[in-house]
């Protein structure tokens, strides 16, 4: 993947590079000011290609492990695996808001739709944080993918759809069964919408059990969406 098309131009980022320099997300190694990463990131076999091999296209991993999972979203992209740098990458997103982060995800799974001829959304949902922690946060990471995928397909996002109801405790701790249990309790619909039955593509940061993207995918289509089509930064080995 050589060529890098994807440069910054504004004269605010000219001018915070002076400040904060311009880093790579993945490796940390200063960047010009114009790249969201580094070139040698850029070009490493990282990112998953769904046109090479045989990836699953709904778990994202070589060897599928969707059996014995009921799965309601129909499929998902994925930039990468959650390790190494690509991992470095996400929490940059999650803690940091990197927007070189969020640029470099948007870019690798919309090349990977583009090849697919996989572009039209009715909508884009983010996978949404409740208010209190992302009053707390300032912003929800699965929205500022969302916005750079926005960007690229030219497709309205909505966040007015799905709801998260405020929880103590944190997903990391628990196990598949509790995220699962727990996901079918804290997200729910907004009252009075209705989708009709076009295509929604739902982002997220992390692909983990799946569960969060499985209880909003079945939100969704309860709500009347045809497909769900999950694009996420990264999918746990
Ligand atoms: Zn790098
Ligand atoms: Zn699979």
Redesign the pocket.
């Known amino acids: 993947m050589s060529g890098f098309e994807l440069r910054k131009s504004g004269i605010k980022e000219l001018l915070l590079d002076t400040v904060f320099p311009n880093k790579?997300p993945?490796?940390s190694?200063a960047?010009y000011w114009k790249n969201y990463?580094?070139d040698?990131?850029f070009d490493k076999g990282l990112w998953i290609r769904y046109d090479k091999g045989d990836i699953c296209r709904c778990c994202g991993h070589y060897v599928c492990r969707c059996y014995n999972i009921e799965r309601v979203y129909d499929s998902c992209y994925s930039a990468g695996f959650y390790s190494e740098?690509v991992r470095e990458a996400v929490l940059a997103l999650k803690y940091e808001c990197s927007t070189n982060a969020a640029e470099i995800f948007a870019e690798m799974i919309y090349r990977q739709m583009l090849h697919d001829g996989n572009t039209d959304y009715e909508f884009i949902v983010p996978v949404p944080m409740n208010e209190r922690k992302q009053k707390k946060r300032g912003y929800n990471q699965a929205e500022i993918l969302a916005e750079r995928l926005s960007a690229r397909l030219g497709t309205e996002i909505r966040n007015d759809l799905l709801i998260h109801s405020y929880s103590r405790s944190s997903q990391h701790d628990r196990t598949a069964e509790e995220r699962a249990e727990f996901a079918e309790k804290e997200y729910y619909t907004a009252d009075n919408i209705h989708i009709n039955g076009g295509k929604i593509l739902l982002c997220d940061d992390v692909l983990t059990t799946g569960s969060t993207i499985n209880r909003c995918a079945y939100l969704l289509k309860e709500a009347g969406a045809g497909l769900v089509t999950a694009a996420v930064c990264a999918v746990t080995l």
Do not use: A
Request: proline residues 0%; charged residues 20%; aromatic residues 0%.
């Open positions: 790579c993945l490796c190694e960047v990463c580094c040698k990131c740098s």
